[in-house]
């Protein structure tokens, strides 16, 4: 029995490499799957603020879930919507626009109603963030709150720079008179950095309606993006947040049929029964998520896998991707 044994083993040694069946490739969905928890990154319940609408016509609860930029991002802005959900001052407001390819829009389509006290009036200057070179480039280059793509060409028509903040898809660009860049000093590594950085208008991004500058708009009335990445607003318009779960219910109401999108009759608009920050919930119903580190990994591997589709469906692999098609995994977290 042990020579049979033995020869058995090495014919199974002897079977040509062709006859195994290769490994599979995984897809960028697959990949996150298999992230372990150690590359997940719990978000706060803080920085989550929870729009429930009005029951859609079959009686079913429709919740959007929305995060918080992280500091030091739109802050002043933040601030005044912190301070308009602690005044429960949606409740009762409705979506009254939504352009098709374009945005949903909500806040107050009377104009009437008085805000709260308190409200910062937020300078232009706010759409971007000075860069702190110092605090981002460690021995190892970049530092734990800013990274680049880490494969993959990244394609961006509107930015010198494209990369991740904290879970962030963000642009960027050396500013010319940037004192940085006239020191003859300067480390060769940091000219592959940009002085200044952004948030980008990519699908689910969430932010400030205004009007014409040089208002910069309160917080009260706010848009998410519902078609192709509109980037031209990038640097023009305060980004605050984005939709991660239930951007189905603004992505599929129905188009307003005035300028802009707006609902023309009073009975389209669809009401906001409440918005709140998730802290403020009872405990049991605040969400609970958690987003792909972009300092991880499986990180590196899912935005390679996103740049370079290799999974047995794609015949070409692009050999790039535009920021915005590189979303950071968000997932439901056990409470």
């Known amino acids: ?142 530092g734990h709150r800013y990274a680049p793509v880490p494969a993959g060409k990244l394609t961006d028509s509107y930015a010198r720079f494209s990369g991740f903040f904290e879970g962030w898809q963000v642009a960027g660009q050396h500013e010319p008179d940037d004192p940085a860049f006239t020191n003859k000093g300067l480390l060769p590594m940091l000219r592959d950095l940009p002085t200044v950085v952004w948030p980008v208008h990519c699908y689910g991004m969430v932010g400030v309606g205004r009007n014409p500058s040089p208002d910069t708009g309160s917080g009260a009335e706010l848009y998410t993006v519902i078609g192709h990445a509109p980037r031209h607003l990038d640097r023009n318009i305060a980004l605050i947040g984005r939709v991660i779960t239930g951007i189905e219910h603004l992505s599929s109401l129905p188009r307003g049929t005035g300028a802009l999108g707006f609902y023309e009759d009073e009975k389209d608009r669809v009401p906001i029964t409440s918005i709140r920050i998730a802290s403020e919930l009872p405990s049991a119903d605040q969400p609970r998520y ?27 692999p692009a050999g790039g991707a535009d920021i915005c098609n590189i979303p950071v995994p968000v997932r439901s977290a056990a409470k």
Request: proline share 8%; net charge neutral; aromatic share 8%.
């Open 1 to 142: 029995m042990k020579h049979l044994l033995l020869a058995a083993a090495a014919a199974s040694l002897a079977l040509p490499v062709a006859a195994q069946d290769p490994a599979p490739i995984p897809s960028p969905g697959e990949i996150a799957a298999a992230a372990p928890a150690s590359d997940w990154i719990a978000i706060a319940p803080s920085d989550l603020l929870v729009m429930d609408l009005a029951p859609d016509a079959k009686g079913q609860a429709r919740r959007v879930v929305i995060q918080l930029m992280p500091a030091p991002f739109s802050q002043g802005w933040i601030g005044n919507i912190r301070k308009l959900a602690a005044a429960h001052w949606w409740d009762g407001t409705s979506v009254n626009r939504v352009q098709d390819n374009y945005v949903a829009q909500w806040g107050d389509a009377t104009e009437k109603k008085a805000l709260p006290k308190g409200l910062m009036t937020v300078p232009e200057s706010e759409y971007v963030v000075g860069v702190d070179m110092q605090s981002i480039v460690g021995p190892k280059g970049v």
């Open 290 to 316: 958690e987003y792909l580190s972009n300092q991880s990994d499986s990180f590196a591997r899912y935005a390679d896998a996103r740049a370079n589709r290799r999974d047995p469906f794609f015949i070409k």
